[in-house]
């Protein structure tokens, strides 16, 4: 069975158009030709996965759109959905020389959407499995980080299996994901031919510690990967917090992904959003894009403070979302269903801290309450493996291996960041795949080459 | 897997893509950054008796935001001890075995020939290219391309060369004769194992208003310079042609002027030539350019099925022929999508003021319309559309025979009663 027949075709998510379309030829030409190709490229240098930008964008202005594709996809497989969901306006664009000219930086992450959409759509191979070692890999948690670390594996020519607790394949690619950057069936797409290198097995609806143990996967694999990622949602710990219609940020983008003839409850006008960050966000942008009326952002500092990115924040607003700041939720009102939430001003006091205003309270009539507050650290479940520390539920690696406290675990993407981008998930399951790789060899982890970084041939 | 590797006049080389003889190729250091970059083969900066170089050597012509769609250079041949160069040309070589390493020579006298030939080939060299091409300076003291011009001198420098050298000779030509088959029979008359071309054009690159003076400045005055870089690739295509359909040049060819991209090079490599050689580019970008070029060059042999770079030597050379053996009935003409126009009317403009004023538009409308009667296929519109695709030449079943000029006025003179080839229109009102 392929990936994408795993989805539903009646899903809410396809109600959204792309934020960035596919570029034209044209366009695409039009823009590489604008790229200096410069040397030693600052774009390169804030990729987390490296990617020789200047090189692959000069490909596609001499016409050769599967070059360009080969010199990403060798830095970072998952280079498609990358091209689609990276906050290139913070990475790659944030460090482009013309932004010190005051002009427009290229626009890099939609160049790579362009120059991988073909490589997918005509099913071109770059990259061969190698020798078989005999040595085996399981990895957990089909998600990004395990992706980009199995591919890897096989090119170094190890078995891999990953044990994936859910049907479907991708992580947040497939399950949260705002729609108007990636959709579900495009992160199947792309899960489909990073597969097709071989030898990556799947094992859905298996959860680790329930449906196989992980004494079970230290005796019959060589090495384990953890790519679990978080888990649901953070409640709130107020009264009326169980009350119908309040959702959990990620429950609700994924049933919005994934479920079949998914809908938002009749009667949903005005919806608030607990959050300051990138998820909140998203959900707020979601909520407008599914014309809901008065979109809220419900935060408890003022809206500098957000930690999700300003283009972000600046596009919702400009779509009519609106803030409510130093504001922090004391009760859900309601009878069965929200009616209400009941927030406390806050305000930050002569030392810089946050307290809460005596006598504050003040109602937000909403129908519905997204809750964006953060996920569950899914870093428990290795509690008991010998030698893996946790810290505050997240597993802690070594930074330049990837490699945890138990020489035979490696681990990468949120469980150990706690929450970062997708790219920064690929860069650590690729470096967890040389490190494990050299470990499988008899060679240092710490010792196995840098091959993420483009060759310097000038040596200028 | 494409194999790019190439055995020009007997200099084996990894790939066809060879530096030219040039500022790139000044130095051991930098010719062996180069093959660590990718390139195939490098033909050393010309070596001669000492020279000194001016301060201020370089022009460029840009278009638009394009930086240096065309270049020129007032620098003479290297001004680095001979003696540095040829240890280095010895050391490249002891690293570099696999490498083409090519010498560019420039002297004056019979001896001096022997003397610097025979010292290239000691120090390692695995071919010689004589450069009877420099447009500016060494042409003044009858060398470069004052040797290019005069055919007799072209074959007989050849000639010695020839018997001095027991590597392969390339001649590399100056574009700047008449007919480049002149000092292309001369060279191969001399014996020259091949030809290279085309070394650059005789320019002035522009003036500076401001102060009424030439660029590039040398103080207050300036001098004529070499023009390369993209701008002069039709004319290096159209030279590379002329010899590889001559029959008297029977060796071959490496292409040079403005290849820029792996689609710059097998332009050339269609047009008969084995390698091609590039400066101008490498000069704006940085050696790193080889890198797509072979792989973009493998990826278009790939999806065309060659296996190696000979299967394309010359692949286009067929369909060149003379403009009188062409079919003048053959029709097409412009259509307009109309979908796609903006409304912009460039083509209207071009089409009245600089064609054949058959592109109008309705009073009322932005969209113009072609008057297929009248449209005479010249493609001009097409190119001056921004929209791609949206001007597009389709050909016309106008159910005539072919029938070109030689033809037509050999049919004349016979007598026959022939109709008139070509459209009709109101200008031409066959």
């Not at chain 1, 202005?61 to 970072?76: F, P, S, V």
């Not at chain 1, 932004?99 to 061969?128: K, S, V």
């Not at chain 1, 130093?326 to 030392?351: F, K, M, S, W």
């Not at chain 2, 296996?307 to 062409?326: C, F, H, K, Q």
Request: charged residues 25%.
């Amino acid at each position: 069975m392929s990936e994408t027949t795993k989805l539903p075709k009646a899903r809410l998510e396809t109600r959204f158009s792309p934020k960035e379309p596919l570029m034209t030829k044209h366009d695409a030409v039009v823009e590489a030709n604008r790229c200096l190709y410069c040397v030693d490229a600052p774009c390169i240098d804030s990729c987390p996965t490296s990617i020789d930008i200047p090189e692959f964008i000069r490909r596609i202005a001499t016409g050769n759109r599967e070059g360009a594709a080969k010199a990403i996809l060798e830095a970072n497989i998952l280079g498609y959905s990358c091209g689609q969901v990276c906050p290139t306006e913070v990475l790659c664009e944030s460090t482009c020389v013309f932004q010190e000219m005051e002009e427009e930086p290229i626009r890099i992450g939609e160049l790579q959407h362009y120059a991988t959409d073909n490589a997918l759509e005509e099913n071109i191979q770059f990259f061969e499995a190698g020798e078989p070692t005999g040595q085996k890999v399981a990895l957990v948690g089909a998600g990004p980080a395990s992706l980009s670390c199995a591919h890897r594996l096989r090119r170094f020519g190890h078995e891999t299996t990953i044990f994936e607790a859910k049907e479907r394949p991708g992580g947040l690619n497939t399950d949260g994901v705002a729609p108007y950057k990636l959709q579900a069936d495009q992160s199947l797409r792309e899960v489909e031919y990073v597969r097709q290198i071989g030898g990556i097995d799947i094992e859905y609806g298996t959860k680790v510690g329930e449906d196989v143990t992980l004494e079970e996967l230290e005796d019959e694999y060589d090495a384990i990967f953890i790519g679990v990622g978080l888990g649901a949602d953070n409640r709130l710990g107020v009264d009326g917090a169980d009350l119908d219609g309040v959702w959990g940020a990620v429950e609700f983008i994924e049933r919005l992904k994934v479920e079949d003839n998914f809908e938002l409850p009749d009667g949903v006008d005005r919806v608030c959003v607990v959050g300051g960050g990138n998820t909140a966000i998203d959900v707020v942008r979601q909520m407008r894009g599914l014309d809901v009326d008065d979109v809220m952002m419900v935060y408890r500092r003022d809206e500098a403070s957000m930690s999700g990115y300003d283009h972000e924040w600046e596009g919702a607003k400009k779509e009519g979302a609106r803030g409510v700041w130093h504001a922090q939720p004391a009760e859900i009102i309601g009878d069965g269903q929200v009616e209400a939430l009941r927030c406390r001003r806050t305000r930050t006091n002569d030392n810089g801290e946050l307290e809460v205003v005596d006598g504050s309270e003040f109602d937000i009539p909403c129908d519905m309450i997204v809750l964006a507050i953060g996920q569950s650290k899914l870093g428990e479940l290795f509690e008991d493996v010998e030698g893996l520390e946790l810290d505050w539920g997240c597993v802690v690696v070594d930074e330049k291996t990837q490699q945890t406290g138990n020489a035979k675990y490696f681990a990468g993407g949120d469980c150990v960041s706690g929450g970062k981008e997708v790219v920064d998930a690929v860069e650590e399951g690729k470096v967890a795949a040389r490190s494990i790789d050299a470990m499988l060899q008899g060679r240092d982890p710490a010792e196995a080459e840098d091959d993420a970084r483009p060759v310097a041939v000038s040596g200028y | 897997m494409p194999d790019l590797s190439v055995d020009f006049a007997g200099i084996k080389s990894p790939n066809p893509f060879w530096l030219a003889s040039a500022p790139p190729t000044n130095s051991g250091e930098q010719v062996m950054r180069a093959f660590d970059a990718g390139w195939g083969g490098a033909v050393w900066k010309t070596l001669g008796q000492p020279i000194v170089n001016v301060s201020s050597r370089f022009g460029s012509v840009d278009y638009g935001d394009r930086r240096m769609i065309g270049f020129n250079n007032i620098e003479l041949i290297t001004d680095r001890p001979l003696e540095d160069n040829f240890r280095e040309i010895e050391e490249v070589k002891r690293h570099y075995p696999e490498h083409a390493v090519i010498v560019s020579l420039m002297v004056e006298t019979k001896e001096e020939w022997k003397d610097i030939i025979q010292r290239s080939i000691d120090a390692g060299a695995d071919g010689l290219e004589l450069n009877f091409g420099c447009p500016h300076g060494m042409c003044e003291r009858g060398m470069g391309s004052a040797v290019g011009q005069e055919p007799k001198v072209c074959e007989e420098i050849t000639r010695w060369a020839m018997e001095y050298s027991d590597v392969p000779v390339i001649v590399k030509l100056t574009p700047n004769v008449t007919d480049i088959t002149v000092p292309g029979r001369a060279a191969t008359r001399g014996g020259a194992d091949a030809l290279s071309l085309i070394n650059t054009v005789k320019s002035i690159i522009g003036v500076n208003l401001d102060e009424g003076v030439i660029e590039p400045k040398v103080k207050n005055k300036s001098s004529n310079g070499g023009y390369c870089g993209q701008a002069v690739r039709p004319i290096a295509l159209h030279m590379t042609n002329q010899l590889a359909q001559d029959r008297q040049v029977d060796i071959p060819i490496s292409g040079i002027g403005g290849v820029e991209t792996w689609r710059d090079a097998l332009e050339f490599i269609h047009l008969g030539a084995g390698t091609v050689q590039v400066c101008t580019a490498v000069m704006h970008h940085g050696y790193r350019i080889v890198r797509d070029m072979i792989d973009g060059t493998e990826r278009f042999m790939r999806e065309k099925g060659f296996e190696t770079i000979d299967e394309m030597v010359g692949r286009a050379l067929p369909s060149y022929d003379d403009w009188g053996n062409l079919d003048l009935n053959h029709e097409i003409i412009a259509k307009i999508d109309e979908d796609l126009c903006i409304g912009c009317q460039k083509c209207v403009a071009a089409c009245h003021d600089g064609a054949h004023q058959c592109i109008h538009v309705e009073e009322g409308t932005r969209v113009p319309y072609i008057d297929e009667a009248e449209c005479i296929g010249c493609n001009l519109c097409m190119y001056v559309c921004p929209v791609p695709d949206c001007i597009k030449m389709v050909e016309v079943d106008n159910g005539k025979d072919s029938m070109t000029w030689n033809e037509y006025t050999a049919a004349k003179e016979r007598g026959e009663d022939v109709e008139h080839p070509g459209k009709s229109t109101h200008q031409t009102h066959f």
